[in-house]
């Protein structure tokens, strides 16, 4: 495997390939999300991933695939038993590749990129965003970690990060009621650093933005760029850090992220997991995950994402879901009635939802 142009280049099994930007993208995030199964063509290629840079990015499956008379166990974790594929009406979507039982563990998922809620950063883990039993008052803010772990692989960001003063970004998205941009700025410090490549989200739909709402995006920009300028961060480490990059990132932020609210403890009952996460004290963060991202809105969803200690998103079966059957979650509070639900994702996500439920006006 040899970099050149900013093309990778694979030779297995007699042929060679040579991957635009985008495609290795595509490749790093989905193929190797622990072997998501995926079409023939991409899953003919090999391992293509630094495990370092890229571990973010992983999705497996709790069970083991038994193995057959001539294979022995092997400790890797099994496939999930999911495919990314075009659905007709909703672009990209996630599919049953067999039969999935009601509260089976479909994958799970660390995310790319997360960043504390501002009203809870003294409280949580600075990487994960576990819930700290304590944190010490002699430390700074955002400067706590659950375990050496976190510390470790906080350096991504952390190191990049601590060498700004952030007094300024920050306190425009608290008195903006911004959380988004948080997790530009942690991005960007990814980037910087080199743990990840400028266009990591290229692949997720970006949300449709006005005029209007790129304008008011230049005051967080100008902020952030100031931050690292201050810093000493020269155009050598943020030449990629303009305005179009700031606004692009921030429209796919906009409808792929999650808002984690952790149901701490082990729920294995289903009901009891549900109630938990309805119960759950206000966000710890936000997050922004690869294949979670894929799965579409439903208000009568099959499938629940949770979180129970940490950031490490959990996915699994409401009820009984048949092979090719597509995977959906609920975007927002399936409580809400008919016109609120409308609202919010028209507003939030930028469309109607047509979901069985909602034609039934329920």
């Not at 099994?13 to 023939?40: D, E, G, Y």
């Not at 571990?55 to 497996?60: A, E, G, K, M």
């Not at 952390?158 to 306190?171: P, Q, R, T």
């Not at 941009?181 to 490549?197: D, E, F, H, Q, Y």
Request: charged share 20%; with cysteine; glycine share 4%.
């Amino acid at each position: 495997m040899a970099l050149s142009n900013g093309a990778i280049y694979m030779k297995r099994r007699l042929f060679t390939v040579k991957l635009s930007p985008m495609a290795i993208s595509f490749l790093l995030c989905l193929q190797r999300s622990n072997n998501m199964r995926m079409s023939p063509v991409t899953s003919r290629f090999g391992a293509l991933y630094n495990s370092n840079a890229f571990v973010l990015f992983s999705s497996t499956a709790d069970a083991v695939t038994p193995p057959n008379k001539n294979e022995s166990l092997s400790s890797e974790p099994s496939p999930p038993p999911i495919r990314v594929a075009v659905t007709e009406s909703a672009g990209r979507g996630v599919f049953a590749t067999r039969r999935i039982g009601a509260g089976d563990t479909i994958h799970t998922a660390k995310p790319i990129v997360s960043y504390p809620s501002l009203s809870a950063i003294n409280t949580v883990c600075y990487s994960c965003l576990k819930k700290m039993k304590t944190v010490p008052a002699s430390l700074p803010q955002g400067s706590s970690f659950c375990c050496e772990n976190c510390r470790e692989s906080s350096k991504v960001f952390y190191d990049v990060e601590k060498k700004a003063d952030w007094l300024a970004f920050d306190d425009y998205c608290r008195t903006q009621g911004l959380k988004y941009p948080l997790l530009v700025k942690r991005l960007a410090c990814m980037v910087i650093s080199g743990a990840a490549p400028a266009g990591i989200l290229d692949i997720l739909q970006p949300a449709s933005l006005t005029q209007e709402m790129i304008l008011k995006m230049e005051e967080g920009f100008q902020l952030l760029r100031n931050a690292l300028v201050r810093a000493n961060i020269g155009d050598e480490h943020a030449s990629f850090l303009t305005k179009q990059w700031y606004t692009d990132v921030l429209a796919r932020i906009r409808i792929n992220a999650f808002r984690i609210e952790l149901a701490a403890g082990v729920y294995e009952d289903l009901l009891s997991l549900a109630s938990a996460s309805i119960e759950a004290e206000a966000a710890v963060g936000n997050a922004i995950y690869m294949l979670p991202s894929f799965y579409n809105h439903d208000c009568d969803p099959n499938t629940h994402i949770v979180w129970i200690e940490n950031a490490d998103a959990k996915l699994k079966a409401l009820r009984d879901i048949d092979e090719g059957e597509e995977l959906r979650i609920c975007y927002i509070d399936v409580s809400m009635s008919y016109d609120a639900r409308q609202s919010v994702l028209s507003q939030g996500f930028g469309f109607r939802c047509n979901c069985l439920r909602c034609l039934s006006g329920d």
